[in-house]
């Protein structure tokens, strides 16, 4: 195994990314994307939903083989079950993210990377002036491997131990980890053309619950909990209650569960010859809880930075701060008022919701906007007028 000059570590969106951008901004350098799982995309543990505009700055929807869905509604529902319909426009997409994940490999090695499957990163050492890093799986062919990197991208999700050995913290505070299970199911009703969040303290407490459509009467429907809150009960058996109350009829095709981490950004997601993206460095939209395009957009920025710093003969914590500056700019401050507004809507409680839902239900279905509806909210709950205030007069 020659040495390499980035290793890219997990071939998620945000690792596929950025080995792609490192790879295009640089095609003299030697690019490795490791990915640990036998194949790209599987298992898939996401509801796989995304933003139409951030998803089109990476790939084009329109006709693609891995879209399952386009999404024009979205539909809250209320803890009482009141729907609230917020007013249409061009939503988003549900992927077939076995597809979408393994397209965007296949992108990366198009670009000039070498992508290899079924090796795991199993732990790594700063020696002289790069990382060796121990390889290891039925993709090495049973037998352990070292490559020396230039710079290690670690773009291994939620577990991530590439910070942890580059000494980063990536420590997640009990609060702020939800704990997530999904079904597939077959045969039952809804809109397919609409997601569906439900927010209740009785249903999911501490994160939400989701059905977000795959095909006409078969769904992505799960649900995250915050296990300091949730009473004792796993995520499971709220979703298996949510379900016998809401899609009683369905037949469960497929499971899984996860985690997300509704945390801001790490402090420091960079040091010598590291960079972490994704859910690696808690990149994901705390409110929301979607973290595809965040590990995409990071991806990209550090993609390039690790290309451009080892053009510069420069890998160091001090040129790689950038990466972090970059990303804090793009999305990691408006994490951190998503974030605020999340530990304020934690307060609130299932009447405040229902109440909510009737309210907005009054204004016309055309005009009601996530803006309109959270201007409702504020007027009703005054603790969030203050976080407003903190972040947005
Ligand atoms: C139940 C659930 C539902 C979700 N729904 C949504 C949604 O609808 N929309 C949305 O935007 N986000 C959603 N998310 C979050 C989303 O899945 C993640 O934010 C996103 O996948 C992050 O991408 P990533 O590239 O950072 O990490 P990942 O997609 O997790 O990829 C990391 C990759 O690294 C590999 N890996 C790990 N360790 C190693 C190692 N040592 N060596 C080699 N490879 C390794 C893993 O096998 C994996 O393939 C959901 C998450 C869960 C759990």
């Known amino acids: 195994m020659p040495d390499v000059d980035v290793l890219v570590v997990g071939a998620g969106p945000g690792g596929c990314i950025a080995a792609r951008e490192a790879a295009r901004a640089a095609p003299e350098l030697a690019v490795l994307l490791i990915e640990r799982d036998p194949a790209v995309g599987v298992p898939v543990r996401c509801a796989e939903g995304v933003g139409d505009a951030g998803l089109r700055e990476f790939a084009d929807p329109t006709d693609a083989s891995w879209v399952s869905r386009r999404i024009s509604r979205v539909i809250f529902i209320a803890p009482d079950d009141t729907e609230v319909p917020v007013a249409e426009r061009d939503v988003g997409w549900i992927l077939d993210r076995s597809r979408f994940d393994a397209c965007l490999a296949a992108e990366a090695a198009a670009s000039g990377a070498v992508v290899r499957t079924g090796v795991a990163a199993s732990g790594m050492d700063r020696v002289g002036e790069r990382w060796a890093v121990t390889l ?4 090495t062919g049973g037998r352990e491997e070292t490559v020396r990197a230039r710079v290690v991208i670690g773009a291994d999700g939620v577990e991530t131990m590439v910070g942890r050995w580059a000494g980063l913290d990536t420590r997640v505070p009990a609060r702020d980890m939800e704990s997530c299970a999904q079904d597939l199911l077959a045969g039952i009703a809804f809109d397919p053309d609409a997601i569906y969040l439900q927010f209740s303290d009785r249903d999911a407490p501490g994160g939400y619950a989701w059905l977000f459509p795959k095909g006409l009467g078969v769904a992505n429907v799960g649900l995250g909990v915050v296990a300091l809150r949730a009473r004792g009960r796993t995520a499971r058996q709220y979703l298996d ?17 996860g985690g997300v981490i509704v945390h801001p950004t790490v402090r420091r997601a960079f040091t010598d010859g ?15 809880g979607g973290g595809i395009v965040n590990a995409m957009k990071s991806g990209r920025l550090a993609g390039r930075a690790a290309a451009a710093a080892i053009r510069a003969g420069d890998i160091s914590a001090a040129r790689l701060a950038s990466y972090q500056r970059d990303w804090m700019t793009l999305l990691g401050d408006d994490h951190l008022k998503y974030y605020a507004i999340k530990r304020a809507l934690e307060r609130c409680d299932d009447e405040f919701f229902n109440a909510l839902a009737r309210t907005v239900n009054r204004i016309a279905p055309a005009k009601r906007t996530l803006g309109r509806i959270f201007a409702h909210a504020l007027v009703r709950h005054p603790q969030l007028l203050a976080v407003a205030a903190r972040f947005f007069v």
């Open 136 to 139: 290891q799986g039925p993709g």
């Open 241 to 257: 209650a949510w379900i016998a109350r809401r899609y009683p009829a369905g037949t469960r095709l497929g499971t899984t569960v």
């Open 274 to 288: 590291v960079l972490l993206v994704g859910d690696a460095a808690h990149m994901v939209n705390p409110l929301s």
